[in-house]
């Protein structure tokens, strides 16, 4: 059994161009990955992984304590996939985090795959919960962070979710319930990309102002952009810092774009379910390369 | 104004005949008939003595502790009892995260909270993943007067679509005491029609245990066999010994694990010339009645069922007798529909 913890999480101190290059250059891979997973099924939620992909690179890089090649570790931190469309962007981070291997990033979405286009636990390693219906990944989330302070351990949970997910009551049940359990141990992360199915955030049920309804509900908020790198650095230091098993959880709202890092998606209207032609991938690919060399030698 | 109050109620009362006493509802009537054994709180006192045996079994509820007797339990273990506030999808949600630690839950509300609000997070965050989530739902059927809003008529019809969950309708505080270590111990997500406060004790004069997944004969008849669950095992006992004084010899079958069925059980006391009547607190769709029906239709068995059930209905409110009697699980009614079905 490897015992190697790939993850130290020592306190940071500052965000130094080491840990700012080691990220970025995860999120271009892991950007890079989901375009080439959804090319192979011609579809597929690239937007949102485009969009996520500096959170999850932060978190899966930076963030987590875990051990690759022993995904029940009892020690772990727990990262709890809310959305569970957003599978396609969490797989990418569990090969870069060695949980999965990249080789098998292909079969994304196929019969028979470990991988399939929901996240489910019971499919892949690594995946702790199954996420999909929308609003029940912060209400696992409580269970698990009061689990596993009442048998002592100090593992955190982190889970993510989307703003979509903010209109979803259970959301708010757990948001109560885990400022009255005091679940320091917690830590909420929310992608505010202002997109749900029948359009944007706020013509389908507006959910600001966001920061002060977490602010209300007792959670310790920060807001950040959730496409620079630095900015979530800082803000899950911060997190990390004031985590404790009794103390008020952390929500990290993330403002992103969906498509981010490919010009033709970041450009092209906004949609839930973002429609690629098939001659459009490798364009895609290229434009992530050049930005990503770019502001690589910029 | 300024009133005299003395002498004309005085007068009033004279004049008027005392009113009838009403017949009343309450809100956790019990079903227990007058001078019967009862045990209080089995429930809370078994999951109490379970936790002293296992230290992963923790307690929550939605707000409703002390109408579950989950109360019993978080005094006993105040740091392994979480308050989920009157929440069903955080308690269910939250349930799922403290299995998913390694832990052992027994969650409570009332059965319609549990089947009707919160399906969606049993559903995928304890059933799919298979965890051991135990659900304790209180008034189960027609248990209370307060009407459809906590009425759970149908919530074994609602439960019984959910693969890997295991549902159990315990008769009384024997089957409660000896269930609840068993669903600890068992993996995978269940269910629990729970009995409150003073709950009959009958299954102690029987040569039964309760066993998960198991149907049990407590008493062979030759003219008719019932097949029941849940506090109607009481009442399919109390009838089967009502119609002696009409020389109907009655068998009772005991099937507290209505998923998965014991069919093999079933099957073999249903295939005789008997009268076979299925008896259950709970709506005729979905529930005992059709879990027998399907198991005699796929084993090819040609026998008539009768069910005595709940009608496809919202209930009225009122008086628990009244409306047992109403819709036909008192003893009286039972009987009667026997011998007509006899003729």
């Given at each position: 059994m490897p015992t190697e913890?790939?993850?130290?999480?020592?306190?940071?101190t500052a965000v130094t161009p080491e840990r700012l290059e080691k990220i970025n250059a995860a999120a271009y891979r892991i950007r890079h990955h989901a375009l080439n997973m959804g090319e192979v099924q011609g579809q597929g939620y690239v937007g949102q992984a485009l969009g996520a992909a500096d959170m999850l690179a932060t978190v899966y890089g930076d963030q987590l304590r875990f051990r690759a090649g022993d995904p029940?570790?009892?020690?772990r931190d727990r990262f709890l996939?809310?959305?569970?469309?957003y599978a396609i962007g969490h797989y990418a981070a569990l090969a870069e985090a060695g949980?999965?291997?990249?080789?098998?990033?292909?079969?994304?979405?196929?019969?028979?795959?470990?991988?399939?286009m929901s996240g489910m636990s019971t499919y892949t390693?690594?995946?702790?919960i199954s996420g999909g219906?929308?609003?029940h990944g912060l209400t696992i989330a409580v269970g698990m962070a009061l689990g596993l302070r009442y048998q002592g351990s100090d593992a955190r949970v982190f889970n993510f979710l989307s703003?979509?997910?903010?209109?979803?009551?259970s959301t708010w049940e757990a948001a109560m319930g885990a400022h009255h359990h005091q679940l320091g141990n917690l830590t909420a992360m929310v992608d505010?990309?202002?997109?749900q199915a029948d359009g944007k955030t706020d013509t389908v049920l507006r959910t600001e102002p966001v920061t002060e309804k977490w602010e209300s509900f007792g959670w310790y908020t920060q807001r950040v952009d959730g496409n620079d790198v630095g900015a979530l650095l800082a803000a899950f230091d911060n997190a990390a810092a004031q985590s404790a098993s009794v103390g008020r959880p952390s929500v990290i709202l993330c403002d992103t774009k969906v498509g981010r890092g490919v010009p033709l998606l970041e450009d092209r209207?906004?949609?839930?379910f973002m429609r690629i032609e098939e001659n459009e991938w490798q364009i895609c690919r290229e434009q992530l390369t050049a930005g990503y060399e770019g502001k690589a030698s910029a | 104004m300024s009133t005299t109050t003395e002498a004309p109620d005085t007068a009033a009362a004279a004049a008027t005949p005392a009113k009838p006493k009403l017949k009343t509802s309450a809100m956790?009537?019990?079903?227990?008939?007058?001078?019967q054994k009862t045990s209080n709180a089995p429930f809370g006192h078994a999951l109490v003595k379970a936790a002293q045996e296992n230290d992963r079994i923790v307690g929550l509820t939605a707000d409703l502790g002390k109408y579950t007797d989950m109360h019993i339990f978080a005094k006993a273990f105040p740091e392994r009892f979480f308050q989920m506030g009157m929440a069903e999808q955080l308690l269910f949600g939250a349930a799922a995260g403290l299995a998913e630690s390694g832990l052992v839950p027994f969650a409570s509300t009332y059965s319609v909270f549990a089947a009707r609000r919160a399906y969606d997070f049993l559903c995928l965050d304890a059933a799919e993943p298979n965890l051991n989530v135990n659900i304790v739902g209180g008034?189960?059927?027609?248990?209370?007067?307060?009407?459809?809003?906590?009425?759970?008529?149908e919530d074994m019809a609602i439960f019984r679509?959910?693969?890997n969950l295991t549902i159990v309708d315990p008769c009384d505080s024997v089957d409660i005491e000896q269930a609840v270590p068993q669903l600890a111990a068992s993996e995978g997500p269940t269910y629990l029609r729970l009995l409150r406060g003073n709950v009959p004790t009958v299954?102690?004069?029987?040569?039964y245990t309760f066993e998960l997944g198991k149907a049990k004969v407590l008493r062979g008849g030759n003219d008719v066999v019932f097949i029941s669950s849940g506090l109607m095992t009481m009442r399919a006992l109390q009838a089967a010994k009502a119609l002696e004084a009409h020389n109907v010899d009655v068998a009772v079958v005991h099937?507290?694990?209505?998923?998965?069925?014991?069919a093999e059980t079933v099957l073999k006391e249903v295939n005789t010339d008997r009268l076979a009547v299925t008896l259950e607190n709970?709506?005729?769709?979905?529930g005992l009645f059709e879990t027998v029906a399907s198991a005699v239709v796929t084993a090819g068995v040609g026998r008539r069922v009768v069910p005595v059930a709940l009608p496809d209905q919202f209930l009225d409110a009122g008086a628990l007798p009244t409306l047992h009697d109403r819709y036909g699980l008192a003893v009286d009614r039972i009987v009667a529909k026997v011998l007509a079905e006899l003729g």
């Open positions: 913890t790939v993850q130290d999480t020592a306190l940071r029940h570790w009892e020690a996939l809310s959305t569970g469309h949980i999965v291997p990249a080789e098998e990033l292909e079969t994304y979405g196929s019969d028979d795959s470990r991988l399939p390693p690594g995946m702790e219906s929308l609003g703003d979509g997910e903010l209109d979803e009551g505010i990309n202002a997109l209207e906004k949609a839930h | 956790i009537a019990s079903f227990a008939d007058p001078g008034l189960p059927g027609l248990t209370t007067g307060y009407g459809p809003s906590h009425q759970a008529t679509g959910m693969p299954l102690d004069e029987y040569d099937t507290p694990t209505i998923k998965p069925f014991d709970h709506s005729v769709v979905g």
